[in-house]
């Protein structure tokens, strides 16, 4: 039967597919086009089982928070290059997840995929995921989600995208908690405070310090001192309250936060890519791969 361009343009915008695949889905269904449609979302899904195994390291961080500002979820969604990460539809889907997570508390990645993307809608954001692969030609994958409620004050800050940072300030104001989520940012402190640095991290690092203490051949007790002297400067170097500022080195971000009579309770920094074994394509390679639909 005979498929009108208006059909197929119907079906293009309500698919996103391409042009050539929705006049054949259009021909397969008779031109029926919810048929077309359903045809066109199962070989999409198709399509995105065959790229599931494909590295996705590029993304996006997105960070919502409530209207209040005593809660807030940043996400990090991935795929596999920045070109992709930089298109509307990709950012849209990542803000959605972001806006889903913060409205309903999932307990864990898996619940979270089974919730609609968007409210009144009966489309899970996995199947929104595999529709977008379909769609934009990569593996997508929502990696991870975090959330933060606080009785103080919220600060965010996300750098291009790809570090997203939020603090949970008590006392101080909206600027100070700014200004620390940035100083998170740039610093990648690992703990709040020296009592908050995981034991097994210490251990390890004071075992390092006294093996090469002790290769200085110096009595017992003066390379405890040594040991002891190293750990303390370690402490200072990885928590954020015994960090020189960023924005004033001079001074400690706890010099700072006891200025403003105020602390932190916690913090999160998600950074993009971080523990993915990202795969080194030569770029003519990785052009041509997007050109076969690999």
Known sequence: MAISAAQVKELRERTGSGMMECKKALVEAGGDMEAAVELLRKSGLAKADKKAGRVAAEGLIVIEISDDGKRAAQVEVNCETDFVAKKEEFQDFARKVARRVLTSSPESLEALMEMPLEDGSDVSIETARKELIAKLGENIAVRRFAVMETSGTIGSYIHGGRIGVLVDLQ???ADLAKDVAMHVAASKPVAVSEADVPADLLAKEREIITAQAEESGKPAEIVAKMVDGRIRKFLAEV????????????????????????????????ELGEGIEKKSENFADEVMAQVRGD
């Open 171 to 173: 006392g101080g104001n």
């Open 239 to 270: 928590t954020l309250v015994g960090q020189p500022f960023v924005k004033d080195p001079d001074t400690t971000v706890g010099k700072l936060l006891d200025k403003a009579g105020a602390s932190v309770a916690g913090f999160q920094r998600m």
